[in-house]
């Protein structure tokens, strides 16, 4: 009877310590022996860099907690990277602080006097002012407006002035340049991002020729088909060559190799050579198709300024906080380098170009406290592999952002969704509507800096910043994306390690 009642006294003790203990712990904030299969946040995104796909490469990353800037997880926070199209993070916060959000680009349309009785002029100068983001839709709009001032015909010639920027159409550090879109030229009077589109489909029997369609239908852009079709059944792949060359006035699309019948149309985006040309033949399309006779020839020259001739047209363009959410979200190449440009020419007038362009975007982050030790800075679009960042200035950058009231909610905006939109739609599906980051992608270079909202509530800012992997590019890829899902993930929910869902 004794011995049952100490055992009683003794197990009700320690059932009052173990309540003393967890409160206490409770109180301190410190944790007790964590869950069976729970691992710190640390440790997890540890085991990612450390995993198969990014074991040989060199990585480094940063992240924080937003509130207070507390750091959650640390690998080479400091160490200058290739951080790819990470660098667009810093161009489109140098943008946007040095124009606002609301700022537009604009285009004019002059002539050497009014139109007359009959809504003629002899000439219609055109004065690019470096708008990166003009579509065929908008030189619709642009001539829509156009025929609403009055104007039925050119008796002259359409004469294009693209000298706000000066004629170097790819940074020299980019060495030899492709014709897929993402080389898209630079240029101060553009369409259509300097690109357009080629849908292949097969012919209607074997043998027959290919159908090219080229999108949008410019005589600037003729076809030179070569392809044909062949059997619907039959070994081995087929292929099929779509360029661009230079022609005499013209750039020529060529297309060759085959395409088996029945097989559904294919489109590739190429990129044209002379983006002045491409957007003048776009527009006189468009004037065409309004009932705007141009009977001369299109040709490049200068503009009358506002003083010595008639201004027809001052054509306002998005607004800057539009164009950054097209560059960012798409990671659009010609969009970054034309803002460089136009940091060039707010500096210190035309032209602009990048030999004025990236030093005004460096004085920019400069005075935002944003260049960390070692940034080396030489495009708009991370094209060039040597331009140098560390995780800590992209997270630094990031968090500036986000604190802006002038510009905060665009750049955050801007930035891709994961497995939602942009150029995380078809990724990180286990961080599906979670993170907000943008992408990065070279040969053996990739990136993700964004934001994350944690399990926890809290918001997290992070960059991941991998060089020089040795796997292929989609499991260098996946470990990124896995980087991210541990980030969201509630602390009991097990992922197997090197599964990115």
Same mark, same amino acid.
């Given at each position: 009877?004794?011995?049952?009642?100490?055992?009683?006294?003794?197990?009700? =003790?320690?059932?009052?310590?173990?309540?003393?203990?967890?409160?206490?712990?409770?109180?301190?904030? %410190?944790?007790?022996? !964590?869950?069976?299969?729970?691992?710190?946040?640390?440790?997890? =995104?540890?085991?990612?860099?450390?995993?198969?796909?990014?074991?040989?490469?060199?990585?480094?990353?940063?992240?924080?907690?937003?509130?207070?800037?507390?750091?959650?997880?640390?690998?080479?926070?400091?160490?200058?990277?290739?951080?790819?199209?990470?660098?667009?993070?810093?161009?489109?916060?140098?943008?946007?602080?040095?124009?606002?959000?609301?700022?537009?680009?604009?285009?004019?349309? =002059?002539?050497?006097?009014?139109?007359?009785? %009959?809504?003629?002029?002899?000439?219609?100068?055109?004065?690019?002012?470096?708008?990166?983001?003009? %579509?065929?839709?908008?030189?619709?709009?642009?001539?829509?407006?156009?025929?609403?001032?009055?104007?039925?015909?050119?008796?002259?010639?359409?004469?294009?002035?693209?000298?706000?920027?000066?004629?170097?159409?790819?940074?020299? %550090?980019?060495?030899?340049?492709?014709?897929?879109?993402?080389?898209?030229?630079?240029?101060?009077?553009?369409?259509?991002?300097?690109?357009?589109?080629?849908?292949?489909?097969?012919?209607?029997?074997?043998?027959?020729?290919?159908?090219?369609?080229?999108?949008?239908?410019?005589?600037?852009?003729?076809?030179?088909?070569?392809?044909?079709?062949?059997?619907?059944?039959?070994?081995?792949?087929?292929?099929?060559?779509?360029?661009?060359?230079?022609?005499?006035?013209?750039?020529?699309?060529?297309?060759?190799?085959?395409?088996?019948?029945?097989?559904?149309?294919?489109? $590739? $985006?190429?990129?044209?050579?002379?983006?002045?040309?491409?957007?003048?033949?776009?527009?006189?399309?468009?004037?065409?198709?309004?009932?705007?006779?141009?009977?001369?020839?299109?040709?490049?020259?200068?503009?009358?300024?506002?003083?010595?001739?008639?201004?027809?047209?001052?054509?306002?363009?998005?607004?800057?906080?539009?164009?950054?959410?097209?560059?960012?979200?798409?990671?659009?190449?010609?969009?970054?380098?034309?803002?460089?440009?136009?940091?060039?020419?707010?500096?210190?007038?035309?032209?602009?170009?990048?030999?004025?362009?990236?030093?005004?975007?460096?004085?920019?982050?400069?005075?935002?406290?944003?260049?960390?030790?070692?940034?080396?800075?030489?495009?708009?679009?991370?094209?060039?592999?040597?331009?140098?960042?560390?995780?800590?200035?992209?997270?630094?950058?990031?968090?500036?952002?986000?604190?802006?009231?002038?510009?905060?909610?665009?750049?955050?905006?801007?930035?891709?969704?994961?497995?939602?939109?942009?150029?995380?739609?078809?990724?990180?599906?286990?961080?599906?509507?979670?993170?907000?980051?943008?992408?990065? =992608?070279?040969?053996?270079?990739?990136?993700?800096?964004?934001?994350?909202?944690?399990?926890?509530?809290?918001?997290?800012?992070?960059?991941?910043?991998?060089?020089?992997?040795?796997?292929?590019? !989609?499991?260098?890829?996946?470990?990124?994306?896995?980087?991210?899902?541990?980030?969201?993930?509630?602390?009991?929910?097990?992922? !197997?390690?090197?599964?990115?869902?």
């Amino acid at each position: 009877m004794r011995r049952s009642l100490w055992l009683a006294v003794a197990l009700s =003790l320690l059932a009052v310590v173990g309540m003393f203990w967890a409160l206490s712990c409770a109180s301190t904030g %410190n944790a007790a022996v !964590p869950a069976r299969g729970v691992r710190p946040l640390a440790e997890r =995104l540890e085991e990612v860099i450390q995993s198969g796909a990014l074991r040989a490469s060199r990585v480094s990353a940063l992240v924080v907690r937003e509130s207070d800037g507390q750091v959650l997880f640390a690998h080479h926070p400091d160490r200058p990277m290739k951080p790819a199209s990470n660098m667009k993070i810093l161009t489109a916060i140098a943008a946007l602080d040095q124009f606002g959000p609301t700022h537009r680009f604009e285009t004019l349309a =002059l002539s050497p006097r009014p139109p007359d009785a %009959n809504g003629a002029i002899e000439t219609l100068f055109v004065r690019g002012g470096g708008d990166p983001v003009l %579509n065929s839709e908008d030189w619709w709009r642009f001539s829509a407006d156009l025929a609403m001032r009055g104007l039925r015909r050119v008796s002259g010639d359409l004469v294009l002035d693209d000298s706000l920027f000066d004629r170097q159409r790819w940074h020299p %550090n980019w060495g030899r340049t492709s014709s897929r879109a993402y080389h898209g030229p630079v240029g101060a009077l553009t369409a259509n991002y300097g690109q357009f589109a080629v849908v292949v489909g097969p012919g209607l029997r074997p043998g027959d020729p290919v159908s090219v369609i080229v999108d949008p239908p410019v005589p600037y852009l003729p076809i030179d088909n070569q392809a044909v079709t062949i059997p619907a059944a039959g070994r081995g792949k087929t292929s099929l060559v779509v360029d661009r060359a230079a022609g005499h006035g013209v750039e020529l699309v060529t297309v060759t190799g085959s395409l088996r019948a029945g097989s559904p149309p294919k489109t $590739y $985006y190429r990129s044209v050579l002379d983006p002045t040309r491409y957007a003048g033949a776009v527009l006189r399309l468009q004037l065409a198709a309004l009932g705007i006779r141009v009977d001369g020839s299109v040709r490049v020259g200068l503009a009358p300024t506002r003083e010595q001739g008639y201004e027809l047209l001052a054509f306002k363009g998005r607004p800057l906080a539009e164009i950054v959410r097209l560059f960012v979200k798409f990671s659009n190449n010609p969009i970054a380098e034309t803002l460089v440009k136009q940091m060039g020419v707010a500096a210190g007038g035309a032209p602009g170009s990048w030999q004025t362009g990236v030093p005004a975007v460096r004085a920019r982050l400069e005075a935002l406290g944003l260049l960390g030790q070692g940034t080396v800075l030489v495009d708009g679009s991370g094209l060039s592999y040597d331009n140098r960042v560390s995780p800590r200035t992209l997270v630094e950058a990031l968090r500036v952002a986000g604190s802006s009231f002038k510009f905060g909610s665009e750049l955050v905006s801007a930035l891709p969704i994961a497995a939602e939109d942009g150029t995380l739609e078809k990724r990180a599906g286990s961080s599906i509507g979670e993170v907000r980051a943008k992408t990065g =992608l070279l040969n053996g270079v990739t990136s993700l800096s964004g934001y994350a909202r944690m399990a926890n509530g809290d918001r997290a800012v992070f960059s991941l910043l991998v060089n020089g992997y040795s796997v292929t590019g !989609p499991l260098a890829i996946d470990a990124v994306d896995r980087f991210a899902a541990e980030l969201v993930r509630p602390e009991g929910e097990l992922l !197997p390690a090197g599964i990115a869902r």
